[in-house]
């Protein structure tokens, strides 16, 4: 596709960045990639990132809550903790349920995606780097130099990076790999506050993360109305499956009425009907957990997929773990639980 385009996983105008994890891997690369986020707003002048912090809230005594909260304390991120005696002067219009917990992670905050997306591609021309958006890779021919055959050409190269998002398979076909990714799409409902405002963004209202609640056992996050006045976005961490060249033949709402459930039940300050639904597709692992790693024949290609849509926030670590292993060097973290061994079983190698 022509970039930017909105047919894969990374459009849109905002994710949510924070250090509040249930593992504590995923907690200490985020130091090094807010770094990473505010070296590139430096160097390029723009802002990336709004602190905003993140309230996380969940039955207080569930394994789902305590996990994020242990792995917060364990790693000293900075948090706040709220008790239901002054939840409401700290985060007004939004109803604690009772027996739940609720913390702020105060770094915690919106990364304005496509503005991220434009820049990092802005720099990476700067640097030399050629993109050829609008052109189907539709061959990849392994050995000591790859050859990667396009709808306009034929290239060359020592090592090669795959990063095809929701058609990663489709791509590793060509290579013999096929990975146990499971593709959904996911419904962005944005609703309509009553009174606009109440959850701006100005107003500092943070982004937020159910673990579990009434509605569901899953994970329900919101973030403040920024990127279209009036209306904030609240989605379920849930979709369903479907094919990327055909995303929008699944026409799956089931995940809208657990949130206006949600919705109506502790967002007083919402009208609990989404005024606006739009379309993007998670890539999921059985686990949730990234894949970086090296093709096992070829150590010259390696791909990064299956970002279970928690993926954005760690762009530029990913791409620099990428770039470490095309270069045979040894990567920066310890690869372990995003290497694709944790499969076994569950890998298809036609080689
Ligand atoms: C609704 C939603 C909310 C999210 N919220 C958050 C959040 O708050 N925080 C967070 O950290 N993450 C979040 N994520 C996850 C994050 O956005 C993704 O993990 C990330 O964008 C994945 O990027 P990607 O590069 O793997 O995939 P993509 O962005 O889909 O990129 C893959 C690219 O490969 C190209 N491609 C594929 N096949 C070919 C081919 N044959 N030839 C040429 N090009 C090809 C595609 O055109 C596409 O441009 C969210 C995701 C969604 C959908």
Same mark, same amino acid.
């Given at each position: ?92 219009? +939004? ?6 917990? *609720?913390?702020? /992670? ?7 995606? %496509? &503005? ?68 959904e799409k996911m419904n962005v409902c944005y ?40 209306? +904030?976005k609240i989605c379920f961490h849930i979709g *369903?499956?479907? /094919? ?7 026409? %799956? &709402? ?98």
């Open positions: 596709f022509v970039l930017p385009h909105t047919r894969g996983s990374s459009h849109g105008q905002t994710r949510i960045i924070r250090k509040a994890y249930e593992q504590d891997f995923y907690t200490q690369m985020m130091d090094e990639c807010y770094k990473l986020w505010s070296q590139l707003e430096r160097e390029a002048g723009v802002t990336l990132y709004r602190q905003t912090g993140l309230l996380v809230m969940g039955p207080e005594h569930s394994d789902s809550y305590l996990l994020y909260k242990n792995t917060m304390e364990r790693n000293n991120v900075p948090m706040v903790i709220l008790t239901p005696e002054n939840f409401s002067q700290h985060i007004p219009n +939004v109803i604690l349920a009772e027996g739940d917990g *609720a913390l702020v /992670d105060i770094n915690a905050g919106v990364l304005y995606a %496509d &503005r991220a997306l434009k820049t990092v591609q802005g720099q990476f021309q700067k640097l030399g780097g050629v993109i050829r958006d609008k052109e189907k890779v539709t061959d990849i021919t392994p050995g000591p130099v790859v050859t990667v055959s396009t709808s306009a050409g034929i290239y060359r190269a020592k090592s090669l990076v795959i990063t095809a998002g929701p058609w990663a398979n489709k791509l590793l076909a060509h290579i013999g790999l096929q990975l146990p990714l499971k593709v609703w309509k506050e009553k009174v606009p405002g109440t959850y701006d963004v100005k107003k500092r209202f943070p982004c937020f993360l159910l673990t579990e609640g009434e509605e569901s056992d899953r994970h329900i996050y919101g973030l403040p109305s920024n990127e279209y006045p009036g209306l +904030v *369903a499956e479907t /094919d990327p060249d055909h995303r929008d033949k699944q026409t %799956d &709402r089931s995940d809208i009425g657990i949130l206006q459930h949600f919705v109506a039940r502790c967002f007083p300050g919402l009208i609990p009907e989404p005024a606006v639904v739009e379309s993007c597709m998670y890539t999921l692992t059985p686990d949730s957990h990234f894949v970086l790693d090296c093709h096992p024949a070829y150590s010259n290609i390696v791909f990064g997929a299956g970002f279970s849509g928690h993926g954005f926030k760690f762009g530029p670590i990913i791409g620099k773990l990428l770039c470490e292993l095309s270069l045979g060097e040894v990567p920066s973290y310890d690869l372990s639980p995003f290497r694709i061994r944790r499969f076994q079983g569950n890998t298809k190698s036609a080689l």
